[in-house]
């Protein structure tokens, strides 16, 4: 099974929206979510979802499925304390779903909605061949590596070997599975993503490059940014000015 688990657990405090998480806030008259959830769902690839979802919220979640028939979604489960731990909730629920059979699960944003069906497909294929897939994209500026105390920059890496990671992140269940319950016997319960927790268990990571439209949001100007790109690319389709 290919298995996408989605990451809507987040309270959004830096959109500083007042009603509601910024997943659920509407873009054209849809919530952001939904359109996340809407590629994973039209993508052919993949045979099943599950939601990590804010507490308090799922009612309200599971209405959305209902209206847009968002089909896929055999899951959802409340988040944790820690990003952590609220993908561990996803993967565990992805594991009663695949049960014994060997699957690959794509760990994806609920507010990175410009995920297309190349991506989804290209990150599964080099799971297949490598094992892992991180998607990508190159900097356009600068990197540098920075003392946090002293504020010295320690290194200044090469553009052409920097890459900023995005999502989705891709592993073999079990093999992803293992090391979350690894990094939880080892007393750690907060690293920042899953590809941190590859690398730190000495395990090899193979990037996938992506758009740059591939943006998360989390910021108010994130939202404007991203609401741009939705109408470039529906007005693209519309008056077919091709691909953006």
């Known amino acids: 099974m290919n298995i996408a688990v989605i990451f809507a657990g987040g309270a959004g405090k830096r959109m500083h929206s ?14 952001i979510i939904i359109h996340t959830l809407e590629k994973f769902e039209k993508c052919d690839e993949i045979d099943a979802m599950v939601v990590v979802c804010i507490d308090g919220w799922i009612k309200h979640l599971e209405k959305l499925l209902y209206k847009y028939r968002i089909d896929k979604v055999r899951k959802i489960v409340t988040g944790a304390n820690t990003g952590q731990m609220s993908i561990y909730n996803g993967l565990v629920a992805a594991k009663e779903l695949s049960g014994s059979e060997r699957s690959i699960v794509l760990i994806h944003d609920g507010v990175r909605p410009l995920i297309d069906d190349n991506l989804i497909r290209n990150n599964i294929n080099a799971v297949m061949k490598n094992g892992s897939a991180i998607t990508t994209s190159k900097v356009k500026e600068t990197i540098l590596v920075v003392d946090e105390n002293s504020e010295e920059i320690i290194e200044v890496p090469p553009r052409k070997d920097s890459r900023v990671a995005k999502a989705p992140q891709s592993f073999w269940l079990d093999e992803i599975l293992e090391l979350h319950n690894r990094a939880q016997s080892d007393g750690i319960y907060d690293c920042i993503d899953s590809c941190t927790m590859m690398q730190m268990y000495g395990h090899s990571l193979y990037l996938v490059d992506g758009s740059d439209d591939n943006i998360k949001i989390t910021t108010p100007e994130d ?5 741009a790109l939705v109408e470039a690319k529906e007005n693209a389709q519309i008056y077919g000015y091709g691909e953006l």
């Open 18 to 31: 007042k009603d509601r998480p910024k997943q659920f806030l509407e873009m054209y008259n849809k919530p």
């Open 223 to 227: 939202f404007y940014v991203m609401r």
